[in-house]
């Protein structure tokens, strides 16, 4: 009886709603209480507050806090995934299951086309708001790099996309292909880098994009696509970069620093996604990756993306000056090895936490193995995106690539020495390379495996080498990951268009294959 007395109502109330939109627009009434594009954007505050808001995506789930390294790191020759999770082993394998709900598809997705559109709203309505010049050619430098980062990343993972530039209504958005998609970043990069400082006088500033920052990424999208003169010049200008001493803004610091909490935001660090552990004014700021890629040891991790082992025998191919094993390795990996067995991770060592097999090896890299005794998923590390010897390595290929290939040793040294490992030409190890380009292309191969392991740079890495595209490179990279096994030419070096988007976007079609 309830139920009929109520639905006898609705006409009545009906035509109550329909007199008031009549007589007062009741229809076309805004919430007081809610806060709309019509009534924001008007004040310089607003405009920092959306610019802030448009770096969180950042952070999201489907970027640096758990996917990115999942797509990047996994996929790539030097991780694999033996997760009870169906999903992360089908996304490591190359058999990943068309399918919208799976997270490391649909949110990588969704959350960079987040990112997209509120930077494309501080691109829009910055020319609209009163206020210091200066300041807004900042914020739209800072709107330019991060959708530039969205641009890059969506190039990377899915290799097509809609190419949106603007947050207001369109009818017609073009689906840019990969080489449209990475121009697109391109053009920002360098937009912003025109716009942007090359340090903050303000601490409260800290984390916001840079000039460097800007320079760097460009340096990255212009080696995907294979513009050498064009990283030579970016690079060229972020090493001539000064601080306010007039000293370099940019230098190596010590290997270890760039993966902990202990000294972030360093003098090698270009550009870094900041995390907070715990909860900061109700709102969780950490990072999820440790929790998935860490080591599992009596569930302190998840073992859902670990190493290769071929990353501990590339570390292991030359041994320091003094003999010892190249330093790195005990940064990059947790491994069992005699010499170490009594030191302490999380608190006991690797014996104690019942590590499941000696000869298996873990990420160490962004986990909290010295001041936690477990990983959750909200750690505070920084994740370093950009640092100094990325960009050292980054340009000797460069150099190499333009025939400059005597020029390229000054800077892998500069690498190899903080290693302390002997220079390149001394090498007894990788000896006879002289100026042939394509031993110098295969050392720099090598030199990126050790000095970036496990930072989500290997996957963008091997599409810029072409290691996708022929049978022979594949033969390859299954000799180092079995994985491979199951990589299909033409297909697998795309991540599959989320289902639900091909209906929503006009012209969008799925990768091929999936």
Known sequence: MMQMKNIKLLPFIACVWLMASCSDNFLERENPNEMTTSDFWKTEDDLMSGLNAAYRPLRFNGLYSRWLHVLYVSRSD????????????????????????????????????????WANQVLDNAPKVTMDADLRERALGEAYFLRGVQYFHIAGVFGRGPLSLTSFAETDVPIGEQEDLYLQAKSDFAEAAKRLPAYYD??????????????????????????????????AVIFALTGSSGQPLYKLVNYKDNFT?????????????????????????????????GLPGDGI????????????????????????????????????????????????????????????????????????????????????????????????EALNELSRTAEAYTYINYVRRRADLPNLENSTVFAGIGNDQVKMWKQIMHERSCELAGESWRWLDLERWGMFERAEDISWLKSRDSEFNNFTIGKSNRFPIPYREIGLVKGLVQNPGF
């Open 78 to 117: 030097e991780g694999y995934s033996t997760s009870p999770n169906p999903d992360f082993i089908s996304y490591s394998n190359f058999l990943t299951r068309n399918n919208s709900d799976t997270e490391g598809v649909f949110f990588p997705w969704l959350d960079m086309y987040k990112g997209v559109f």
């Open 202 to 235: 303000n601490s409260k500033d800290l984390g916001r994009a840079t000039q460097g920052a800007a320079l760097g990424m460009l340096a990255k999208v212009c080696a995907q696509l294979h513009q050498w003169s064009e990283v030579e010049q970016s690079c």
């Open 261 to 293: 909490a202990a000294n972030e935001n360093n003098e090698e660090s270009l550009f870094e996604i900041q995390y907070a552990s715990g909860i900061q004014a109700g709102i969780e700021l950490g990072c999820q990756r440790p929790k998935f890629l």
């Open 301 to 396: 991790a998840f073992d859902d993306a670990t190493a290769r082992n071929i990353v501990k025998a590339d570390l292991e191919k030359e041994t320091t000056t003094s003999g010892q094993v190249d330093p790195r390795l005990k940064h990059t990996l947790f491994y069992y090895d005699v010499s170490t067995a009594s030191e302490p991770y999380y608190g006991k060592t690797w014996a104690e936490w019942g590590t499941p097999n000696n000869s298996k090896v873990y990420w160490k890299k962004y986990t909290n193995y010295e001041t936690q005794t477990y990983e959750d998923f909200n750690s505070g590390i920084n994740f370093r995106v950009l640092r100094l010897a990325d960009l050292y390595l980054l340009y000797a």
